[in-house]
């Protein structure tokens, strides 16, 4: 069975005394909401701005949430040199980071990262011990146009040369349910992770789905058998918001 991982990405929000701000009230939240018992075999992971990583890597053991982990948002290929405004794997390792997310849409969108990027940034990754999310998924236009399937084939098997499928997490998320509150439809992403799956020589991967989760669908994308978690935009920036769709049912 792959591992539920219930994911934030905060993307470019939250200062530092913002970011310690939510993990004083989020434990709270988690405890009020469901047992221990019932979240215990979750990964909960929230990936950060690069700034918020290091303060939080010593602020999140104190919070005896042992399934809890700090995550980053991209990382680059290289061991180190001169790339203004990267960070790199051992930066990350250094400090205790496990989780990156790789090859997001705003990424892939904003600032110019293509397959052939996402894949040397994946084996970065991996080579140093950390666990990749790989984002794909369609646009509007390529749904439109019947070429989803296409299009998420293409990515995968660009993006996935030479990519250990025992040290990864994929990330279903179509780039028109992102932020829009316009969320896939539960059966459909249900549908689509299922035909990720099936290309996929680890049938075992978490794969989960992104795009406006929130506190009032995460039930329904949860209750769908090929889900094994989400990946989850500003739903994740409030503490008890974020804590109830950790606590699905
Ligand atoms: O991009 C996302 C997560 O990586 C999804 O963002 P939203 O949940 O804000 O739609």
Redo the contacts with the bound molecule.
């Keep these: 069975m792959p591992k539920i991982v219930i994911a934030g990405?905060w993307k470019m929000y939250k200062t530092q005394s913002e970011a310690k701000a939510f993990f004083s009230e989020f434990p709270a939240h988690l405890k009020a909401t469901a047992s221990q018992a019932a979240i215990a075999d979750q990964q909960i992971l929230i990936c950060v701005p690069y700034t918020n990583l290091a303060i939080l890597q010593t602020l999140v053991p104190s919070l005896g949430q042992n399934n809890l982990s700090i995550g980053a948002q991209n990382v680059h290929w290289a061991e180190n040199g001169a790339f203004t405004g990267e960070i790199s794997a051992p930066m990350l390792v250094e400090l205790g980071i496990k989780y990156v997310?790789i090859g997001?849409?705003?990424r892939r969108q904003f600032f110019g990262e293509t397959d052939e990027t996402v894949n040397k940034r994946l084996k970065s990754a991996q080579a140093h011990g950390l666990t990749p999310i790989l984002?794909v998924g369609e646009s509007k236009q390529q749904r439109d146009a019947n070429e989803t399937e296409s299009w998420i084939f293409s990515q995968l098997a660009a993006d996935l040369v030479d990519v250990d499928q025992n040290n990864l997490i994929i990330?279903y998320?179509p780039i028109w349910?992102?932020?829009?509150g316009d969320t896939c439809e539960a059966t459909e992403a249900n549908r689509v992770i299922g035909l990720i799956r099936s290309k996929l020589s680890n049938r075992d991967i978490t794969i989960q789905y992104?795009?406006?989760?929130k506190s009032d669908n995460i039930d329904e994308i949860m209750a769908q058998p090929e889900i094994n978690g989400v990946?989850?935009?500003?739903?994740s920036l409030d503490p008890a918001g974020f804590a109830r769709i950790v606590n699905y049912r």
Excluded: F, P, Y
């Design positions: 990405n997310i997001h849409s705003e984002c990330a998320e349910a992102i932020g829009t992104g795009g406006s989760v990946l989850v935009g500003g739903a």
